[in-house]
T-cell receptor, first 116, second 116 residues
Framework: DQQVKQNSPSLSVQEGRISILNCDYTNSMFDYFLWYKKYPAEGPTFLISISSIKDKNEDGRFTVFLNKSAKHLSLHIVPSQPGDSAVYFCAASRPFTSGSARQLTFGSGTQLTVLP | DTGVSQDPRHKITKRGQNVTFRCDPISEHNRLYWYRQTLGQGPEFLTYFQNEAQLEKSRLLSDRFSAERPKGSFSTLEIQRTEQGDSAMYLC??????????????FGPGTRLLVL
């Protein structure tokens, strides 16, 4: 069963407009959420995160919103730039049973294309 | 470059052969993770180390897979008697345990394995 879902495999946005990427999760044990960006032939790069005690976190052009009751989070990119074109992965985190380290569960990714 | 490095970046092997991958984490990071990523999916957790101790293994990690982190620094992932279903990108990540929830995992570029 997919505990983290990104239902849109792809998204195209005009340069300068807002990009909104969505993610849903099912496991209530997740308490920390992250977004990663991935370019071809590279590993995922950490972008921004949010704790479950917050509903919004901003970092420059990137804002993540968390709606715990709906088990939904979204990443907003404003304004979108062509260099933002990449695959974006949503990840949800919970503690391992063995200790304080965190297990990440990833969605399947959304390919964002920002058109010049 | 002080990021996570992986070697080799690409590996082609014949079914039944053994392969070994290496990961060098960010130098001060004490946790090291292995993930597998197949086409169209997000990374899936395989195993993690706290220093040299392997503390968690996923059910995805069959008996043919073994991982080590002998001195708490670099790690190796070996796959014995490879099968075509082992073809995937193998990603390594590391993090620093500061006793906080908000430790992100930082990924290497991955090793792409193709089993013929």
């Amino acid at each position: 069963d997919q505990q983290v879902k990104q239902n849109s495999p792809s998204l195209s946005v005009q340069e300068g407009r807002i990009s909104i990427l969505n993610c849903d999760y099912t496991n209530s044990m997740f308490d920390y959420f992250l977004w990663y960006k991935k370019y071809p032939a590279e590993g995922p790069t950490f972008l921004i995160s949010i704790s479950s005690i917050k509903d919004k976190n901003e970092d420059g052009r990137f804002t993540v919103f968390l709606n715990k009751s709906a088990k939904h989070l979204s990443l907003h990119i404003v304004p979108s730039q062509p260099g933002d074109s990449a695959v974006y992965f949503c990840a949800a985190s919970r503690p391992f049973t063995s200790g304080s380290a965190r297990q990440l569960t990833f969605g399947s990714g959304t390919q964002l294309t920002v058109l010049p | 470059d002080t990021g996570v490095s992986q070697d080799p970046r690409h590996k082609i092997t014949k079914r039944g052969q053994n392969v070994t991958f290496r990961c060098d984490p960010i130098s001060e990071h004490n946790r090291l993770y292995w993930y597998r990523q197949t086409l169209g999916q997000g990374p899936e957790f395989l195993t993690y180390f706290q220093n040299e101790a392997q503390l968690e293994k996923s059910r995805l990690l069959s008996d043919r897979f073994s991982a080590e982190r002998p001195k708490g620094s670099f790690s190796t992932l070996e796959i014995q008697r490879t099968e075509q279903g082992d073809s995937a990108m193998y990603l390594c990540a590391s993090s620093l345990d500061l006793g906080r929830v908000t430790s992100a995992q930082y990924f290497g570029p991955g090793t792409r394995l193709l089993v013929l």
